[in-house]
């Protein structure tokens, strides 16, 4: 290490290194004889104590350099006879501060030492040996087996979640995409409420399921008057019958819903305005009923505004009929069903995906043909 003094208490006591350094003042460079935390001396004459200067500090290294640019710095002393000048530091900004205590503090701890006109860095030579970790035993061929078996379960296991995550995320998707809920839907008929014709007491209504036409409904008895009798105006179901003999209604009430005996039941199915414009160009639907019974590729039997001759069929706004694919009874009209219309097979990739199923069957029977000699090439 290089040699180390103290200067005077005029000079605050720091520890002067003499180690390489260079200071630039005036476009001039000048060897650093000493240096501090406090100042610097170099090896010159002709300074005016008090003159202030602005040096550019330069510390070399074997194979780098440290610099500190724009030091302000004040003439503290010059001697003539032994051509020295001391200069002492007037501001030190932090990071100037930082690496001039680094390179004292380095020099201290003998961790930086001098190697001719430049620093090194010393080299540790206590280095501990690491130390050596032991092979693996080796293992019996069952234990190698077992352990080839854990990892393959290892693997199997996280593969089939990945693939169940991929699954589900896939399926969510499509479903968001592609399938369409309504918001209810339910078994629906034509049908057609018998009114009670005047304030009054019911005294007769007709249990039978079936009535003819022209055939006594009710029969309501005024609170002045005659009794007033209603036939059925068709060879018709009663769907159901809202009041019982005995009741008191009033002009207009629904005493009786009647569906024409030969009327189609369907599933009426509600949906949104806004997606209900995707549903033009699908043609069957997904029904699943309360008894748990699933039911695809129902055909849809009327869009509104398709128009049609099908006035049998209880069209109304934003409503959607389906055909039942199953028999149903006027006993399950208002019934439940779950509903899903499925738009990728109307998409463009589900009628490439068609086409393609298509042309590829279409192959096969032709080579098919070919092979077993039914038509010539």
Known sequence: MGAMSYEAELQRQHPRYRLPMRATI?????????????????????FTPGKKVIAHLTIPFSSYEFSLTEVPAEVLYS??????????FLTLEDGQVSLLQYVTDAILSGEVVRAGDVLDVARRTDMVKSK?????????????????????????????IGAALVAFLSANVYDEIYVVRPESAAISAKTVNVAAPSVGRITFINEKKQVSFGEPLITVNPAVGNPITVESPCDCVQVDQRFAN??????????VRLMRADAPIVISAIVADKELMSLYGVETASLVYPDGTSVGEAEI????????????????ALTVLVAPKKALSPDMI????????????????????????????????????????????
């Open 26 to 46: 005036d476009g001039r460079i000048y060897q650093v004889h000493d240096w501090s935390m406090n100042g610097f001396a170099i090896e010159a004459r002709g």
């Open 79 to 88: 001697t003539d006879p032994i051509g020295r000048t001391s200069f002492i």
């Open 132 to 160: 050596q970790v032991p092979p693996p035993p080796r293992l019996s061929t069952r234990a190698r087996l077992a352990q080839l078996g854990r990892r393959v379960a290892a693997t199997t296991g996280v593969a089939a």
């Open 246 to 255: 005995g009741d008191f209604v009033k002009t207009g009430d629904p005493v």
């Open 301 to 316: 039997l009327w869009l509104p505004g398709q128009g049609g001759t099908q006035a049998d069929l209880p069209r109304e």
């Open 334 to 377: 208002g019934q439940p069903v779950q509903v899903e219309f499925d738009l990728f097979p109307d998409s463009m990739i589900g009628r490439l995906i068609a086409s393609a199923t298509r042309n590829t069957a279409t192959a096969g029977a032709q080579s098919t043909a070919l092979l077993t000699g039914e038509v010539k090439p």
